[in-house]
DNA sequence: ATCCAGGAAAACG
DNA sequence: CGTTTTCATGGA
């Protein structure tokens, strides 16, 4: 079986980077392999000390998937001001943003706005099992995420069965809005950061959060840095004080955040975002 | 029962 | 224009 061995000086946790939150297609067995469907390829992958074991996927697409060429230290060193960041830094050593999907990454950050992380993974896994390519593996069966014209093609009821509730119809525009799934991935791609993000937001059910995390886990806008009820808290707590106290987040204020992150944190403030998220129940 | 969760659209002043 | 209300789902 493929074996990965990480450079010692470049941390890696295949736990915290699988189970903070950032992808929802990952599942843990309790034998300690992790089993996840990327595409089309069913994984499987465990890690043991520094040693990566995996199966169903060359050792090029796992290191790009999981950004292991990417110099994690540099990263984490660019963003550690003052003394939270750092103990959430200490906290997730190891964690690392995932190359997601784009069009998977779109449909399931839909999928979960005003949600929390086990009800979006059933959505996900709903949507897979019931639109999706059947891909055995092990004596299991697994789903690909479908492509955009299986889904803009839906029917209401087998829609309505993946329990997506009031996000549905939104789900179903935004596929049928994307008439080119490669074509929309490039044209997101070769735009900088903010017109991307202009351009998602045009998409039904994509508002400055599922944009902003679309950016950042598919995209690599490391700039991006996505404000949910959790990291709007801790930024109001640690870092921009004079925050109001009420419910709900207006645009003004997730602007303001986001605009301080990436001043405050710099050029890798997404990266910085998701130590914060990870860490949040520290 | 009430509140909450990786929010966003629609309705309202 | 900015602000408030509504939306579907299940766990705590």
Known sequence: MPVILPDADQPFSLDITLSCGQVFRWDKKPDGWWYGVV??????IRQDSAILTFE??????????????????????????????????????????????????????????????????????????????????????????????????????????????????????????????????????SLPYEQARSELMKLQGVGPKAADCVLLFAFQKYEAFPVDVWIRRIMRTHYIKTLSNDTSLTGWEYDTIRRFARRHFGEFCGYAQEYLYAARLD
């Open 39 to 44: 595409g089309s390829r069913v994984i499987k």
């Open 56 to 189: 169903g996927a060359p050792s090029t697409f796992i290191r790009h998937y999981f950004s292991l060429d990417a110099d994690l230290n540099a990263i984490t060193r660019s963003f550690d001001r003052g003394p939270f960041i750092h103990n959430a830094i200490s906290a997730c050593q190891g964690l690392r943003l995932i190359r997601q999907p784009a069009w998977e990454c779109l449909i399931s950050y839909i999928c979960a706005t005003n949600s929390n992380i086990p009800m979006i993974k059933r959505r996900i896994a709903n949507i897979a099992a019931t639109f999706g390519k059947p891909l055995e593996f092990e004596t299991e069966t697994y789903h690909a995420f479908p492509d955009h014209s299986s889904l803009a093609s839906a029917c209401t009821p087998a829609l309505s069965e993946c329990k997506l509730g009031y996000r549905s119809p939104y789900v179903l525009e935004t596929a049928c809005d994307i008439t080119d799934e490669k074509e929309w991935q490039d044209s997101i791609a």
